[in-house]
T-cell receptor, first 116, second 113 residues
């Protein structure tokens, strides 16, 4: 158990809809990362937050947005969903409060999104 | 930005044989190279990492080598066991504290008993 919790584990929705994925990082971790895993595409970095602020942005579509709340949990919002958005979405956390960043990411078990 | 290429995409070995997965990276500033293992239905988990000031690192049956000149690094698994079957990802990062990892596309390793 990595200590990172993601909900929901599975989600089936229709094209054009909007969904929200939730992530609770390990206790005390300040950074949250969102990655998308599609078939044969590996892990694509979407966005990173550090202590409530956006730190880095990857290949995140304009239809997608995220935020990190004061309690450090994060949400990834996906709107105007298309068939191609079907994927596993992973959240990861790092940087314990008061510890030097070792570089290790701790991943949740993912949210599997299916768009029909 | 950084680009990481990983080969092969699939690998099948007999139990007890060795497995080697290779990665190349593009950014010469990268200095941290972790390997993650993803078991079915799970998120990726760090299994070993190496920093640029080290050429090789070993942890029991797994080892990683790094060639900074050629910009490639490899994962070696010896005496493979069925529980080694998983998807393995290499990654690279210009380590500056909070820069996100760039992952390869993964290698699906199957260990045949």
């Amino acid at each position: 158990d990595s200590g990172v919790t993601q909900t929901p584990k599975h989600l089936i929705t229709a094209t054009g809809q909007r969904v929200t994925l939730r992530c609770s990082p390990r206790s005390g971790d300040l950074s949250v990362y969102w990655y998308q895993q599609s078939l044969d595409q590996g892990l694509q970095f979407l966005i990173q937050y550090y202590n409530g602020e956006e730190r880095a942005k990857g290949n995140i579509l304009e239809r997608f947005s995220a935020q990190q709340f004061p309690d450090l949990h994060s949400e990834l919002n996906l709107s105007s969903l298309e068939l191609g958005d079907s994927a596993l979405y992973f959240c990861a956390s790092s940087v314990p409060l008061g510890h030097q960043n070792t570089g290790e990411l701790f991943f949740g078990e993912g949210s599997r999104l299916t768009v029909l | 930005g950084e680009n990481v290429e990983q080969h092969p995409s699939t690998l099948s070995v007999q139990e007890g044989d060795s497995a080697v997965i290779k990665c190349t990276y593009s950014d010469s500033a990268s200095n941290y190279f972790p390997w993650y293992k993803q078991e079915l239905g799970k998120g990726p988990q760090l299994i070993i990492d190496i920093r640029s000031n080290v050429g090789e690192k070993k942890d029991q049956r797994i080892a990683v080598t790094l060639n900074k000149t050629a910009k490639h690094f490899s994962l070696h698994i010896t005496e493979t066991q069925p529980e080694d079957s998983a998807v393995y990802f290499c990654a690279a990062i210009p380590y500056s504290g909070n820069t996100p990892l760039v992952f390869g596309k993964g290698t699906r390793l199957s260990v045949i008993a």
